[in-house]
């Protein structure tokens, strides 16, 4: 569906806006003000957690859930899990033995504020409580054989062969050259993983049938990749103050990129064409799928 017939009848804006509060509200009660027991550890867990950001993959699992006809608040839980362990990721990623960055959404990173040991601790918990969240949280009309199948299609795409094998291959792959189709399956681990359990895992709670979950699927598969080949574009053009981050870093440790393998025009077709793959795969899906088309223009569009 063409763009501009999307944003004739589809307010975007006000409900990406309104997603986002509806998910950070949650989020607060997600991760309790800390106690005296363990202050500085759910300060730390809050500090990260609360910080802002665009929440796509939570508003994606919102989406979904509604495309299929389910209520936002059945798969409010998995939008809180998939933004804890988001979190646990950036938190993790930005330790001096991993990217060794001091700036995370404009602010200093977790670790160089608590320290490196209490920033592992924060990340272990968001990673271990997002599915104590998930789990509580789900609602009576949700049977609960498929709560277990999403919390199954969670953990395996966090785990050791979803985002942290692709964490792994990404370390592995510094100073190497990797081929297009090398780069593309490390970043199905390592970026949409989660991006696939928030669309599947939004959709099974939604009540969403085999044929359904088969197009989200391919949805998922193209949304997640543009993501990453937009912000490998990104992190060459854009600056740090943009950003709430450090660019131009990929380049500077050996990392392979998009822009490095295809080159920055290239990259920007191969987004295109993702978006449009994303886009074609909901084609019978109707209006209830609005937000999900117009999510993945915004995956490639954004500027931050």
């Known amino acids: 569906m063409p763009r501009e017939r999307l944003a004739l009848r589809f307010d975007f804006r006000s409900y990406l806006t309104e997603r986002q509060k509806f998910v950070e509200r949650a989020l607060v009660r997600a991760v309790p003000e800390p106690g005296s027991g363990a202050r500085v550890l759910f300060e730390a867990m809050r500090y990260s957690l609360l910080s802002g950001g665009k929440r796509i993959r939570p508003v994606m699992a919102l989406a979904a859930c509604e495309a299929v006809g389910g209520s936002a608040q059945d798969a409010l839980g998995l939008a809180c899990a998939l933004e804890m362990i988001h979190t646990y990721s950036m938190v993790h990623d930005d330790l001096p033995c991993m990217d060794d960055d001091e700036l995370r959404r404009g602010k200093p990173t977790n670790h160089r504020v608590y320290g490196d040991a209490m920033a592992t601790l924060a990340g272990d918990a968001l990673l271990t409580d997002a599915f104590y969240v998930l789990a509580s949280w789900s609602t009576s009309r949700v ?6 199948r999403v919390i199954a299609e969670l953990a395996r795409a966090a785990g050791s062969t979803g985002m942290v094998a692709g964490q792994a291959a990404d370390i592995e792959s510094e ?13 199905g681990r390592k970026t949409g993983a989660l991006f696939m359990a928030a669309v599947r895992g939004g959709a099974s709670l939604g ?6 979950l088969e197009a989200l699927t391919a949805y998922a598969r193209a949304a997640g990749l543009a993501f990453q080949v937009t912000d490998d574009i990104l992190d060459v053009e854009s600056s740090a103050d943009r950003m709430g981050k450090r660019t131009q ?3 500077a440790r050996g990392k392979a990129t998009y822009p490095g393998v295809l080159g920055l025009e290239r990259s920007r ?9 994303a886009i074609e795969a909901l084609d019978g899906f109707g209006e209830s799928a609005d937000a999900l088309r117009a999510l993945a223009c915004y995956v490639v569009e954004r500027e931050a």
């Not at 049977?143 to 277990?148: G, Q, W």
């Not at 009540?207 to 359904?212: M, Q």
Request: hydrophobic share 30%.
């Open 143 to 148: 049977p609960a054989e498929v709560v277990l």
């Open 249 to 251: 870093k990929d380049g």
């Open 207 to 212: 009540g969403g049938r085999d044929s359904e």
């Open 269 to 277: 077709e191969f987004a295109q064409q993702l978006k449009q793959r």
């Open 175 to 187: 100073g190497r050259a990797l081929n297009r189709e090398q780069l593309e399956h490390l970043h």
